[in-house]
């Protein structure tokens, strides 16, 4: 083994300092971020196995659902996000 592999772009607690108008952080934005970061990272996982399995010849299709249903997991996050930059303007 070669011990630890760094985690890149994980979807694990960076710390995002985000603060409202008022200088206060906001929890709720930093819990959407969390889990914006974790649908991303999940689905660059789904989208690397449609590739695996494309590569060894695999049957496609259910990598392929996964890899749907985990981009459009992405959108709704990124989606909320956005709602609430529009309604909390931060
Ligand atoms: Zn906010």
Do not use: W
């Not at 630890?4 to 995002?16: D, M, N």
């Not at 299709?61 to 992405?74: D, F, G, I, N, Q």
């Amino acid at each position: 083994m070669h011990g630890r592999v760094p985690l890149t772009g994980g979807a694990t607690a960076e710390k995002f300092f985000v603060y409202d108008e008022c200088g206060m952080v906001c929890n709720e934005r930093i819990r959407l971020l969390d889990e914006y970061a974790a649908a991303t990272s999940a689905y660059r996982s789904a989208f690397a196995k449609v590739r695996q399995a494309k590569e060894a010849g695999a049957g496609l299709s259910e990598v392929l659902l996964a890899s749907k249903a985990a981009r459009e997991t992405c959108a709704k996050a990124r989606l909320a996000l956005r709602h609430h930059k529009i309604q909390h303007g931060c």
